[in-house]
Antibody, heavy 121, light 106 residues
Framework: EVQLLESGGGLVQPGGSLSLSCAASGFSFSSYVMSWVRQAPGRGLEWVSSTSGTGSSSYYADSVKGRFTISREYSSNTLFLQMNSLRAEDTAVYYC??????????????WGQGTLVTVSS | IQMTQSPSSLSASVGDRVTITCRAS??????LNWYQQTPGKAPNLLIY???SLQSGVPSRFSGSGSGTDFTLTISSLQLEDFATYYCQQTYITPPTFGQGTKVEIK
């Protein structure tokens, strides 16, 4: 069974940094693209970033480019999102997501429970 | 690519047939997916590639369309279907979602 368990959310001041983690299990971690999707309170879904199975290719939403970095650690099957220069508009629940097929990038059939990031002074 | 759903919300009764539409600002061919989200939960994939039913999803859900215009149909609304539905295009990076359609109990 696929399991994605996010951690690392919390309250941070504007301009601050936070690192999110996602512990993955139940599938071949290195074979799948992994992504982060966020949802601001009461709002819709927004794709944030994706990284290939090998980690050699990564993509970012324009809203986070240059501030966020996605990475993965294969020894622990963990996906990370390093978030710097945080803004109030980054406040959201951040979901770790996995596609259903190893050949797919963005058809997300597995989602974590989400971790809340609040950027406020 | 901008995705626009209509309506933004609707009220319906158990047993009703419900249709939600999604329009893309340019063609996404068949790269269109639908998700369901209930309050406090993560989204759940319902339909992928415009019309393919995800494993485990009830057959009352169906999708159709291609190019720029798509529909999600629930043939007979059940209590557990009251939720928010999102379309998503995966034709071009960045993948983008519609703003959501909230299905409420009449």
């Amino acid at each position: 069974e696929v399991q994605l368990l996010e951690s690392g959310g919390g309250l941070v001041q504007p301009g601050g940094s936070l690192s999110l983690s996602c512990a993955a299990s139940g599938f071949s971690f290195s074979s799948y693209v992994m992504s982060w999707v966020r949802q601001a309170p009461g709002r819709g879904l927004e794709w944030v970033s994706s990284t290939s199975g090998t980690g050699s290719s990564s993509y970012y939403a324009d809203s986070v480019k240059g501030r966020f970095t996605i990475s993965r650690e294969y020894s622990s099957n963990t996906l990370f999102l390093q978030m710097n220069s945080l803004r109030a508009e980054d406040t959201a629940v951040y979901y770790c997501v996995k596609p259903g097929a190893s050949t797919s990038w963005y058809v997300f059939d597995s989602w974590g429970q989400g971790t809340l990031v609040t950027v406020s002074s | 690519i901008q995705m626009t759903q209509s309506p933004s919300s609707l009220s319906a009764s158990v047993g009703d047939r419900v249709t939600i539409t999604c329009r893309a600002s340019q063609s996404v061919t068949k790269y269109l997916n639908w998700y369901q989200q209930t309050p406090g939960k993560a989204p759940n994939l319902l339909i992928y590639a415009a019309s393919s039913l995800q494993s485990g999803v009830p057959s009352r859900f169906s999708g159709s369309g291609s190019g720029t215009d798509f529909t999600l149909t629930i043939s007979s609304l059940q209590l557990e279907d009251f939720a928010t539905y999102y379309c998503q295009q995966t034709y071009i990076t960045p993948p983008t979602f519609g703003q959501g359609t909230k299905v409420e109990i009449k």
